[in-house]
């Protein structure tokens, strides 16, 4: 069960692990709350797809300010509706108790009739998913999937002490993420193992070859890629912060952003800010950016936090030299001076380590060579998903 399939590292991962799984062994359906996302395309047509079309009703509610949400009740003249979800509201804030809205929305839906081997709740960590997948579907065992760094989202704690402890087994993408989760929730320690994303090498090689990349561009300074949705966390403003330095040096370069998001309309302020419109260039979404990171000089990964980065072990498998941030994950995935360099999350920092790969065309050689020599032991492979729990 997850939220959509947008154009992210966690449908990537989910659409990544599927592959790996033979048609003859498993029977796969998608659960999703919207029929939503360019990668719903790119389900195969084995796999089953449903969709909680109660959703749509319960979506504000679920995301919007309570204030904004009674208000529209209100203009709408459900004043009884109203008037409930205010004491739910009231009593969810004072008991730090969120089930009891989850509770309220789905009191009229029945459980859904079909009984699998495995549920997941794989969109970790969205409680209102998690709370669906323990009360709403049947399964002889269920797995909570956690993708995200818990330290930097806004994790439930009292909502993961008294959910979590109901599935049979969880799942973090990197060793730092699973002490951080067992840290704030000891109780699931025995249960919670770790589980990396994966990725099919061969697979991202092969779609390296059809991409469009900088075919139709000729410049032939350094070129930069950063894949990535524009969001805070994901540290767009850092790179162009960074850029803007290596600009003031002199340097030959141009940095390509590959993701969509929220944060464009400020990226783009800053750029102008800083007269990058020809050097610092926001790319949009795409489905297939393996040609453009192959084609690249270097790949950064400025991120703020992750859970386990997809992008980074893709850029990993194309062999790129790579400068990233020491997100949750980054250094079980980069070995610093090896395989990249793993800074500060700070633009200077960025910034120094950038230019000092640009100047040092050996270190991005051997860069490359490590990671061709290197045994991908976090991709995995079909023997890891046979013993899931």
């Not at 449903?50 to 003249?77: A, C, Q, W």
């Not at 509770?103 to 409680?127: R, S, V, W």
């Not at 993961?160 to 951080?180: G, L, P």
Request: net charge positive; charged share 25%.
């Amino acid at each position: 069960m997850i939220i959509n399939m947008n154009v992210g590292g966690t449908e990537r991962a989910l659409l990544n692990m599927i592959e790996e799984m033979p048609e003859e062994k498993f029977d796969i359906t998608i659960l999703m709350l919207e029929k939503h996302g360019k990668f719903l395309n790119s389900i195969p047509k084995r796999v089953h797809q449903k969709f909680l079309n109660e959703y749509s009703n319960m979506k504000d509610i679920l995301n919007r300010p309570p204030k904004e949400v009674i208000t529209n009740h209100h203009k709408k003249g459900l004043f009884i509706k109203g008037s409930i979800l205010i004491l739910i509201y009231l009593l969810s804030k004072l008991t730090r108790n969120k089930t009891l809205l989850f509770k309220y929305l789905l009191k009229n839906m029945p459980n859904i009739k079909i009984e699998y081997d495995i549920a997941i709740a794989y969109a970790g960590t969205m409680d209102f998913i998690s709370y669906f997948v323990i009360h709403k579907i049947n399964a002889n065992k269920k797995i909570q999937w956690i993708h995200f760094d818990i330290n930097e989202i806004g994790f439930n704690e009292y909502f993961a002490t008294k959910v979590y402890k109901r599935f049979d087994r969880i799942f973090t993408v990197s060793e730092e993420a699973r002490e951080k989760l067992v840290k704030m929730v000891p109780s699931i320690n025995d249960k919670t193992k770790v589980f990396t994303n994966m990725i099919s090498p061969e697979l991202i090689i092969e779609e390296a070859k059809m991409g469009v990349g900088f075919q139709q561009d000729n410049f032939t300074g350094i070129r930069i890629v950063t894949v990535g949705r524009l969001a805070f966390e994901k540290g767009q403003d850092l790179a162009i912060k960074a850029m803007v330095k290596l600009i003031k040096d002199g340097i030959n370069v141009k940095w390509y952003c590959i993701g969509e998001g929220k944060g464009r309309k400020e990226y783009e302020e800053l750029i102008d800010r800083y007269q990058l419109q020809d050097k610092f260039i926001l790319l949009g979404e795409n489905s297939n950016p393996y040609r453009f990171i192959k084609e690249c000089d270097i790949y950064v990964q400025p991120s703020r936090h992750e859970g386990y980065c997809i992008t980074l072990a893709e850029a990993r498998a194309l062999d790129r030299p790579i400068v990233t941030t020491s997100f949750t994950g980054a250094k079980e995935q980069v070995k610093h001076n090896e395989t990249g360099l793993v800074v500060s999350i700070h633009e200077d920092q960025i910034y120094y380590a950038v230019k000092g790969l640009i100047y040092n065309p050996k270190q991005r050689e051997k860069f490359s060579r490590n990671l061709s020599n290197e045994m991908f032991e976090s991709i995995g492979r079909i023997g890891r998903i046979y013993n899931i729990v």
